[in-house]
């Protein structure tokens, strides 16, 4: 934390490259977030572990566990799926591209790119990450849907229900019979 106690968002960077790694240390820590650094997909799952990322960074073509193999075992713990995934990597063309958003990431920066860039879309997936993060933990948007039958009728609840896609106990209150 820093001096105003104020959480300051850690990004976890997966690659082999130690320039990059040395010069991405330095522009995160300018633009103001902590760094914890891998140079595989081991070991990124570690430091994942050690200490849980806000988003993370990440090469494809690394030794050991590649970058396709460490977003599918990331996004499948529970605690860890809703975490941001930047791919940055020489990999260029649009099937790879695809691949890594299928895979579960939420951008793809081509190597070589603009540090603006990745700032803001850093910043950006970080802001909107966090927002998410507030609305779920707000009892006021916990998602408990309220409707009068009055209002709509049965038919009209369930399909309400079904297009939310929510599930779990419907509770009927104050129920009248003629």
């Known amino acids: 934390m820093n001096s105003e106690n104020k959480i300051v968002p850690r990004i ?3 690659d082999d ?11 995160v820590k300018k ?4 760094m914890t650094v891998a140079t595989n997909g ?3 799952m570690l430091k994942a572990q050690e200490e849980r990322p806000d988003l993370v960074i990440l090469d494809v073509m690394m030794p050991g566990m590649n970058g396709w193999t460490f977003i599918q075992k ?6 860890y ?10 990999l260029k063309t649009p099937k790879e591209r695809i691949k890594g958003l299928q895979l579960g ?6 190597k070589p790119f603009y540090f603006d860039e990745l700032r803001v879309r850093v910043d950006n997936l970080l802001k909107t990450t966090a927002t998410e993060n507030a609305q779920e933990s707000d009892p006021s948007t916990s998602g408990n849907l309220k409707w009068s039958l009055q209002q709509l009728g049965l038919p009209s609840l369930l399909m309400g229900l079904e297009m939310e896609q929510k599930s779990g106990t419907l509770v ?3 129920v009248e019979t003629s």
């Open 74 to 79: 990331f996004k499948s713990i529970p605690q």
């Open 172 to 174: 009927v209150d104050n």
């Open 12 to 14: 976890l960077l997966i």
């Open 31 to 34: 633009w103001g977030y902590e």
């Open 17 to 27: 490259d130690a320039s990059l790694v040395q010069v991405m240390i330095k522009m």
């Open 105 to 110: 990431a939420n951008d793809y920066i081509q």
């Open 42 to 44: 081991e070991e990124g």
């Open 81 to 90: 799926n809703k975490i941001p995934v930047i791919f940055l990597t020489a």
